[in-house]
């Protein structure tokens, strides 16, 4: 699931199981172009030795995928053929491997004509209303069902747009938008799509999770971020420090706010990330949480102490690089941490950035050096997956010998069409105390928060 909520799994298996001339065959949701980018995000993961010939083509690396799917996806936008609903799907898949691989601009370039798209296409607007003579949807005989598969994809986008956005420092591209798409409902489970749930190593069993409340919030969430965003970083340029700290301190009041008021089937505490940090249908949703709290209040972990004990940005760092480390620790137990998602390999960044910077008398119930070892962990065996692992890897052994850690970086094939500048998304905010300063590594291998 992790980052990929604007693909509706159900509707999308229906249409790829359906015979080619079947009497019910739209495609609406599953096309090859969509095809071929779900294997690029998969293949990432653990591509192996395995390859296939198809239509002339090898596939033997995960790049083939990503090339392919981009290749008819800009050839059907040219030719005016697309299909909007998986046009969008595609390009953000396109988008979260370039992420991966740490291709900033092209992540952001495909995510933006996704977004596009769907508003020449009014996708932000409730298919079953009608404005005037303008029927909102090309389908006069749109299903209850369909509707509700629309919705659930829209939603998936807006929680999409801000991820990206967030983690490449920009300001959302569906912000501004007056949508008036209904909050999505619980889809019905189709029968026949067991293999393809996640199953459970601990209940034994394929796990059916539905993820429209976790949307909901998720997009309640995001919006808190971009509020906050705007006062307390556009502030902190005006080197006006109290005023920064002011919202500081407001923000991670609502952000505490936000997670006690969740219901109690999301909610979480340091013992269910005990006992449930493995299930990764659970952790994708706490992990955009923990992302977003530690990317507000690291640089302001030596900040005065005068502020609310409660909301101190030392003491919330710390309790959530351990609550970080208690989820990884349970993962580890029950997957490779080469199966690691991107949020973790972001998150272990921050965190491989914030443990050095904790005050000594701030008291640990683990140590330091333990904390900084399990977020090396991350990083090493992610480098065979994700880009940005493998350099933020390097120069963590660089500035981390003293650990005396030796963990081998998984092996994959260069990247030659990677950005020269992979690391500028992941560049730290200007600090209201350091703006003149150079940024070293500690200050750079860490999610963006700079709106550009």
């Known amino acids: 699931m992790e980052n990929n909520l604007y693909i ?45 010939m198809y239509q002339g083509i ?53 995510a933006g004509i996704a977004f596009r798209i769907g508003t020449f296409d009014n996708f932000e607007l409730d298919p079953r209303l009608t404005v005037g003579n303008n029927i909102l949807n090309t389908h006069l005989t749109l299903t209850e069902y369909e509707a509700n598969v629309k919705t659930r994809i829209y939603w998936g ?76 970083y556009r502030d902190s340029s005006s080197n006006n420090g109290l005023s920064t700290l002011y919202y500081l301190e407001k923000f991670n009041v609502d952000i505490f706010h936000w997670k006690d008021s969740l219901p109690r089937d999301l909610y979480w505490t340091k013992n269910e990330l005990k006992s449930n940090g493995y299930n990764i249908n659970l952790m994708f949703f706490r992990y955009q949480y923990y992302l977003i709290l530690l990317s507000f209040n690291r640089d302001f972990i030596d900040a005065d102490n ?7 940005p030392a003491l919330i760092c710390t309790s959530a690089i351990e609550d970080l480390y208690t989820s990884i620790q349970c993962f580890s137990k029950f997957h490779s941490l080469k199966y690691a998602s991107l949020n973790m390999v972001y998150l272990a960044i921050l965190g491989i950035q914030i443990v050095p ?57 260069p990247d030659t069409n990677r950005s020269k500048h992979s690391l500028n998304h992941i560049l730290a905010p200007v600090s209201f105390r350091d703006v003149q300063e150079t940024v070293g590594f500690d200050e750079s291998l860490i999610p963006s928060l700079n709106y550009g």
């Open 8 to 52: 509706y799994r159900e509707s999308f298996l229906t249409d790829f199981f359906r015979e080619e001339n079947g009497p019910n065959n739209s495609l609406e949701y599953c096309t090859e172009d969509l095809i071929y980018a779900i294997c690029a995000i998969g293949s990432i993961i653990d591509f192996g030795d395995d390859f296939f």
């Open 58 to 110: 090898l596939f033997d690396t995960p790049e083939k995928f990503y090339y392919q799917a981009k290749y008819l996806i800009f050839q059907k936008l040219n030719s005016n053929s697309y299909n909007e609903i998986t046009s969008i799907q595609t390009l953000l898949c396109l988008s979260y491997f370039d992420l991966g691989r740490g291709n900033d601009l092209s992540a952001w370039t495909l």
């Open 157 to 232: 986008c807006v929680i999409a747009d801000s991820y990206i956005s967030f983690v490449l420092g920009k300001s959302p591209t569906l912000r501004h938008l007056r949508a008036t798409m209904p909050h999505c409902k619980n889809l019905p489970f189709l029968k026949g799509i067991e293999s393809f749930l996640y199953f459970d190593p601990v209940a034994k069993t394929p796990i059916i999770v539905n993820i429209s409340r976790p949307l909901e919030k998720l997009n309640v969430l995001y919006q808190l971020a971009n509020r906050y965003h705007d006062l307390v």
């Open 306 to 312: 005068s502020l609310d004990e409660t909301v101190s």
């Open 357 to 413: 910077k904790l005050p000594e008398n701030i008291a640990l119930t683990v140590q330091k050096k333990s904390l900084i070892n399990i977020f090396g962990s991350v990083l090493a065996e992610g480098a065979s997956v994700y880009e940005i692992a493998k350099d933020a890897y390097e120069a963590y052994l660089a500035n981390f010998k003293d650990l005396g850690l030796k963990h081998n970086i998984g092996s994959r094939s």
